[in-house]
């Protein structure tokens, strides 16, 4: 490696790959040029540089000068074009795409097309400060691309597939949202690198780029790969304030309750009052402070809807179009928050998922939590600082849920507090549970749900009422409860992941308990009693600051710590046991939040966490840091690491110049106290403190298959293959097989495919699983089995026999997959058990939940797909035949054997390669030594 690059820690540390040694030349051009030096970084996904900035208060390219805006484009494009390869585009590649005066100079865009096609992502952000010095070049651009910008089928078809995606397995907290008048507001042909938005790397692929909405409660982004039409990405732009989809209407003219140039209060009610001032005040934050004209820079109208009833109360979001509320939740960081959305959509871009996802998150936080320290509405007191770790006496603690009656099933349940009615305390409060059964199954969900009022009320009155999680909303459950005259609601969760705070404005308590505890209780045969108490043991912080939505009588609370993340369960630093590796929540945009949101509040006010010691630089030269951050270096697919570094960038470039204090005063623009390095040092200790450049390596994410298998038969061994299939003359000699479960119900066979996944080259056998059927137990439901199997194969009569295949698996996790069957000497077939497999063995089962149809379930399969991506990779598996139950000289067949459930799915299986072979020993040259004379 190069001297230049090797004295660069932060390069090495973030790079996907070692750089190549014309990389390396490029690098120390890059740094030899630069008037004081350069430091470099390097972008995880490509391993090219993703960060360059001049040491020191230099420039870049001294010999080019910029005095304005047109001057500025200009030697950005001249050093953009000159390195373009560093960064692993083109000059050809970048086009400029805008420039932005700012108070501190220009800001110039660059965004990548490869033979006129956009790359999706893709920008370059090129720095220049007023005296025309070019400090930084930062950003993603998809390295080496090669590949056919025809797609296989027309915009239209891809349009359709992804609406039929979004219908298939809608959004919405139970996938429930309302999908009447979804279409495609666009779709746009996009190369597409895959695993970028994770900070993995992938392949280059061109892809349909849909965007499926309703204007009101659905927005997807769905990528279709244009050559195979599969669905490879998909992620909600509904940027919503709480950890679930919300249900609103676009407003209609009719509807319009009040105007700018209106009188005010006028006739308007509490929530559209606190609407008009909310908007306000975040309209006056962006514009006092940072100079900026509404969301878009441009003055549009900031329009808000509210109290609409298709929203899933409480809840509010940013749509793309309109910021909605329920009543009863518009307090000033709430609606502050929705417009961060909208912000954050027409600066960064930041994606909604994975850490890009979370950055757009914290950033509404920080924006709305801004706003409650300067205005004086909604201001809950105390507001004092708060002690480092502790949480807030206003949080709902942690509590703890012991089952006291019948004896066979008592002990302690995994809670969470529910976010509405009364706080428990120590004492706890003990009552008797009865489970509530319906009078109907609303929307075909459970008899016990609770969506629908109770045929047992009188036998509710007074007590705890049980229900399962699913099909309704929590609000809609604990109303249900409270009207029954029940005193509290226990949910009992659906999943067996950890149980999350139910929300709604029931009067009533509330708790979630975990599916094991649920299921005992709803199959006691004698009265059950429970006991609820508060088990938090640490002391509280009396202050209401760094809650966020305190102020909402619908929450009942707040609903996130920013001070301390980990009192709401959401991480605080990247190593915290909380941080979210999931794919649910769009990769835990709502709870990795909270790493973001702490290094915001530590700035602020100061504190030593994790070891490091942080100092105050106040809330105004913290805000000007972030936004700085967020306008000027962060892009769609921006990491923790990145914003690291933008946030210490963005810092050093705020060093002495003017600045303006945190206002929403529409008549008062004030300045703030200079940035000094001294602040710079706090802002790196910050990020330190919350790691924002450590990897979450607690997620241990990874593909489903091990790479570089070993030698079949190893060095001690011949190998002879007995039998082989490439697929490559299709499944002439294969016999197909079939199984539907429902009368009316559909499969899908397998077939050959020429358009494999994963640049798999030649042919393969695919099994489908695609996102298809109607969980009807009849018309349309998949819930189906296919399977191929080979011609008879006979072993040889020694030897070791091994059966190898190459496949890529990408199902719907735990309800799809596939498994490979033997039959021996005509024998009926038999699953291959986990022990036979001698390299890439099935990771998991088959979910039997309840409700899983396949009738492969709780059998050996592979499902699933890499490591939280909705993509799988190719691998090989090896199989012991004699451990399989073949034995040499016996005659077998295998079959591969695809399995679905009644609804959704992913992609499927692909086969390739199958070969059974023969390993023998092999032969020991002996040398004879003959007796002389």
């Known amino acids: 490696m190069a001297a230049g690059l090797a004295a660069l820690p932060a390069l090495s540390a973030e790079a996907a790959s070692t750089p190549t040694k014309s990389d390396q030349n490029v690098v120390q051009r890059m740094e030899a040029e630069a008037s004081e030096g350069a430091r470099f970084k390097t972008e995880r996904t490509t391993g090219k540089v993703g960060f360059v900035r001049a040491a020191s208060q230099g420039d870049l390219m001294p010999s080019q000068k910029a005095a304005d805006g047109a001057s500025a484009a200009a030697k950005a494009t001249a050093y953009v074009d000159k390195y373009a390869g560093a960064f692993g585009a083109t000059a ?56 056919s910008t025809t797609p296989a089928f027309s915009q239209a078809e891809a349009a359709a597939r992804a609406i039929s995606t979004v219908r298939a397995n809608p959004p919405g907290a139970d996938g429930d949202a309302d999908l009447s008048g ?31 909405t309703n204007q009101k409660n659905v927005r997807d982004m769905v990528f279709v790969d244009a050559s195979t039409g599969k669905v490879v990405n998909r992620y909600s732009m509904i940027a919503d304030a709480l950890d679930r989809e919300v249900y609103e209407e676009s407003p209609e003219p009719a509807n319009l309750v009040w105007k700018e140039g209106d009188p005010f209060p006028g006739t308007l009610n509490q929530s559209h009052q606190d609407l008009v001032e909310g908007s306000g005040d975040a309209y006056w934050l962006f514009k006092n402070t940072f100079g900026r004209d509404s969301f878009d820079g441009e003055g549009s109208t900031m329009k808000t809807v509210n109290n609409d009833p298709t929203i899933s109360c409480p809840n509010a979001n940013w749509n793309g179009v309109t910021t909605n509320y329920c009543t009863d939740v518009t307090s000033d960081d709430t609606v502050a928050h929705e417009w961060g959305h909208a912000y954050t959509e027409y600066t960064s871009g930041l994606i909604y998922q994975w850490q890009s996802g979370a950055m757009n998150e914290a950033f509404s936080d920080i924006w709305g939590e801004t706003v409650d320290q300067v205005n004086d509405r909604f201001n809950e007191t105390p507001n004092t600082p708060r002690v480092e770790g502790q949480c807030s006496k206003f949080t709902r603690g942690n509590v703890g849920v012991t089952i006291n009656a019948p004896a066979e099933i008592a002990g302690p349940c995994e809670a969470a507090p529910a976010a509405f009615g009364p706080v428990f305390d120590k004492d706890g409060v003990t009552s008797d549970v009865v489970v509530g059964t319906d009078v109907a199954e609303e929307g075909g969900g459970s008899p016990t749900d609770g969506c629908s009022p109770f045929d047992n009320a009188a036998a509710l009155a007074g007590k705890f009422a049980y229900v399962d999680r699913g099909t309704c909303s929590f609000a809609i459950k604990a109303d249900h409860a409270e009207a029954a005259g ?25 708790v979630m308990i975990d599916q094991a505890s649920g299921a005992k209780i709803k199959g006691a045969t004698g ?37 301390t993340p980990t009192c709401y369960g959401d991480p605080g630093k990247v190593s915290d046991a909380e941080y979210w590796c999931s794919t649910d929540d769009s990769g835990g945009v709502h709870s990795n939040s909270g790493v973001v949101n702490h290094t915001f509040a530590l700035l602020v006010d100061g504190s ?80 330190q403190a919350t790691e924002l450049n450590v990897e979450p390596t607690q997620c241990n994410f990874k593909p489903m298959f091990a790479k570089n298998p070993p030698a079949l038969c190893g060095s001690k061994f011949k190998t002879r293959t007995v039998w082989k299939e490439t697929f490559e003359k299709g499944l002439g000699k294969w016999a197909k097989t079939q199984k539907i479960v429902f009368e009316g119900g559909i499969a899908e066979p397998w077939k050959t495919a020429s358009d494999l996944p994963g640049s798999h080259g030649s042919k393969a056998a695919y099994g489908p699983a695609p996102d298809e059927g109607a969980c009807s137990n009849g018309a349309n439901d998949f819930s189906s089995t296919n399977g ?8 040889p009569g020694n030897g070791v026999q091994k059966l ?35 390299y890439n063995k099935p990771l998991e089962l088959t979910s039997e939940a309840e409700g899983n149809t396949n009738p492969l379930a709780g059998k050996t399969g592979f499902t699933g797909t890499d490591g939280g991506l909705p993509t799988g990779s190719w691998g090989t598996s090896i199989i012991d035949l004699k ?32 070969k059974v072979v023969k390993c023998v020993k092999k032969q020991q040259n002996k040398v004879v030594l003959g007796r002389q004379g």
Request: aromatic letters at 8%; glycine letters at 10%.
């Open 883 to 914: 451990k399989a139950g073949a034995k040499p000289g016996q005659k077998i067949k295998i079959r591969f054997e695809i399995g679905r459930d009644g609804c959704g799915g992913n992609d499927g299986w692909y086969v390739d390669n199958v």
């Open 527 to 563: 009265t059950v009693n429970i006991t609820i108490k508060d088990i938090d043991e640490d002391p509280k912080d009396n202050t209401y600051r760094w809650l966020s939505g305190e102020g909402d009588p619908a929450f009942g609370g707040a609903i996130r710590d920013m001070w």
């Open 788 to 795: 191929i199997t080979t011609p008879q194969v006979k072993l």
């Open 182 to 212: 979804i279409k495609a507001a666009s779709t746009t042909l996009s190369v597409y690198r895959l695993g970028a938005i994770r900070g993995q790397t992938g392949d280059n692929i061109l892809a349909w780029v849909v965007e499926v």
């Open 608 to 687: 030593t966490s994790n070891g490091v010691e942080v100092a105050s630089i106040g809330l105004d030269k913290a805000a000007n840091v972030f936004w700085r951050a967020q306008s000027a270096y962060l892009t769609p697919t921006s990491r923790f690491p990145d914003l690291a570094n933008a946030l210490t960038t963005g810092c050093a470039d705020l060093v002495g110049k003017p600045i303006n204090a945190v206002s929403i005063d529409p008549d008062t623009v004030t300045a703030a106290d200079p940035i000094t390095a001294e602040d710079c040092a706090a802002v790196l200790a910050a990020t």
């Open 92 to 147: 050809d590649q970048l086009t400029e795409a805008g420039v932005t005066a700012t108070k501190l100079g220009w800001t110039v865009r660059y965004d990548q097309t490869y033979q006129g096609v956009p790359v999706f992502g893709a920008r370059l952000l090129a720095n220049l400060d007023k005296s025309g010095d070019l400090t930084s070049v930062n950003g993603f651009v998809a390295p080496d691309l090669s590949l």
């Open 486 to 510: 029940a005193t509290g609601i226990v949910i009992g969760n659906n999943v067996p992941d950890p149980p999350s705070s139910p929300v709604g404005t029931a009067d009533i308590y509330g």
């Open 804 to 838: 190898s295949f190459q496949h890529y698996v990408a199902t719907e996790t735990g309800y799809d997959g596939g498994t490979v069957k033997i039959s021996v000497n005509g024998k009926d077939f038999k699953i291959v058990p986990k022990s036979a497999y001698l």
